[in-house]
Nanobody
Framework: QVQPVESGGGLVQAGGSLRLSCAAS????????MGWFRQAPGKEREFVAA????????MTADSVKGRFTISRDNARNTVYLQMNSLKPEDTAVYYC????????????????WGQGTQVTVSS
C-alpha cells in the first residue's frame, strides 16, 4: 500500500513558479508509476504528468508541456512537479497518485490518492 501526501501549493502570480512535492509511504514506491492530476472548480479531474517507477518514462499533458516537469527521487520516496510560467488557468487542486502499472494517464488506473494541494495563480 502507498499513501501519497502532497505539499508545496500556494498563491503565485502569473509567470511565477512553484514546486509540488509528494511523499509516499510504503516499500513498493520505486516499482510504481506516479502521476499528478488537477481539478479546477466545476471541472473534471484531469491528467497533468506521470512518471514510471525508474523515472525512465515520462508523459505530460499538452496543456503543460514545456512548462511543467515531473521527477522522482526513489531514495526519498518522493515525486515532484516543477511548475514554471504559471498561468491563471493552472489554478486547481493538484493531486498526487500511485498506480500499480508502469505508467498511466487515465485517472481510474490509479489506486492511491493524496488529499490534494491548492495552487492559485493570480493574473
Amino acid at each position: 500500500q502507498v499513501q501519497p501526501v502532497e505539499s508545496g501549493g500556494g498563491l503565485v502570480q502569473a509567470g511565477g513558479s512553484l514546486r509540488l512535492s509528494c511523499a509516499a509511504s510504503g516499500s513498493t514506491f520505486s516499482s510504481r508509476g506516479m502521476g499528478w492530476f488537477r481539478q479546477a472548480p466545476g471541472k473534471e479531474r484531469e491528467f497533468v504528468a506521470a512518471i514510471s517507477g525508474s523515472g525512465g518514462q515520462i508523459m505530460t499533458a499538452d496543456s503543460v508541456k514545456g512548462r511543467f516537469t515531473i521527477s522522482r527521487d526513489n531514495a526519498r520516496n518522493t515525486v515532484y512537479l516543477q511548475m514554471n510560467s504559471l498561468k491563471p488557468e493552472d489554478t486547481a487542486v493538484y493531486y498526487c497518485a500511485a498506480t500499480s502499472l508502469s505508467i498511466a494517464t487515465i485517472r481510474t488506473l490509479y489506486n492511491y490518492w493524496g488529499q490534494g494541494t491548492q495552487v492559485t495563480v493570480s493574473s
